[in-house]
C-alpha cells in the first residue's frame, strides 16, 4: 500500500546551496537555497524569490557563486537561510565566512566552504523564480581531495530533508555507476 501526498516539492537527496553574490558596494551575500540543481552540461538552475537580496545583487552583477553546504558548516549554513539580508546587511561576516574574490567571476567564493560553481547568470524568469546560470568552474578546496578527485566522505554534502525538516549527511558508496546494472545484462 502506498500513502498519497498530492503534489509537493518532496524530492531525495535535496542539496543544500549556499548562493553567494556582491551588492553594488562589493560587500559579500550569501543564502540558503534547497531548490535546485545541474539543468545541463554546464548549466545549474535554482529556485529563488525576486525579494531576496542574493537575487537584487546577482541580476545586478550577473554572477554567483554556489558552494555546497557541508556536515562541519550546518549552523552557519542554516543561519543564512533563516536571516535575510535585506534586514541584516552583514550576515555573511555574522554568519563567520570570509569571501575571496572569484577569479573567474564576479562573486565571492566562499573559504570555509570547500566546492564551489563559479558561475555567470544566464537568465532569471520573474514569474517562476527559476535563476540559471552557466557554471564557468567548479573549484574545490584541496583538503576534500583524494588523488587528485573530489572526495565526497571529505567534503560530506548535506542533503535538505524537505518532509522532517532536517540536515542529513549522505551515506557511504553502496554500487558504482555504469557498471552496478552490469549484473543484469
Not at 574574490?101 to 570547500?114: C, I, N, Q
Request: net charge negative; hydrophobic share 40%.
Amino acid at each position: 500500500m502506498r500513502k498519497n501526498f498530492g503534489a509537493k516539492p518532496w524530492c531525495y537527496p535535496q542539496p543544500v546551496l549556499m548562493i553567494a553574490s556582491y551588492d553594488e558596494d562589493g560587500n559579500p551575500d550569501i543564502m540558503n537555497a534547497a531548490w535546485g540543481g545541474i539543468s545541463g552540461d554546464a548549466e545549474i538552475s535554482v529556485c529563488l524569490s525576486e525579494g531576496h537580496k542574493t537575487v537584487k545583487n546577482i541580476l545586478k552583477k550577473k554572477a554567483f557563486t554556489i558552494s555546497i553546504a557541508d556536515k562541519d558548516h550546518v549552523t552557519e549554513c542554516d543561519y543564512v537561510g533563516i536571516v535575510s539580508a535585506n534586514d541584516v546587511p552583514d550576515k555573511f561576516v555574522k554568519a563567520g565566512f570570509h569571501a575571496v574574490k572569484s577569479e573567474f567571476v564576479d562573486a565571492p567564493v566562499v573559504e570555509e566552504l570547500f566546492l564551489c560553481l563559479e558561475c555567470k547568470m544566464k537568465d532569471y524568469d520573474r514569474k517562476t523564480g527559476i535563476l540559471t546560470g552557466e557554471i564557468i568552474n567548479v573549484s574545490a578546496d584541496d583538503r576534500i581531495l583524494t588523488d587528485g578527485k573530489i572526495d565526497p566522505e571529505k567534503l560530506c554534502p548535506i542533503t535538505f530533508d524537505p518532509v522532517n525538516h532536517k540536515y542529513l549527511t549522505l551515506g557511504k558508496n553502496i554500487g558504482n555507476a555504469f557498471s552496478a546494472g552490469l549484473a543484469l545484462k
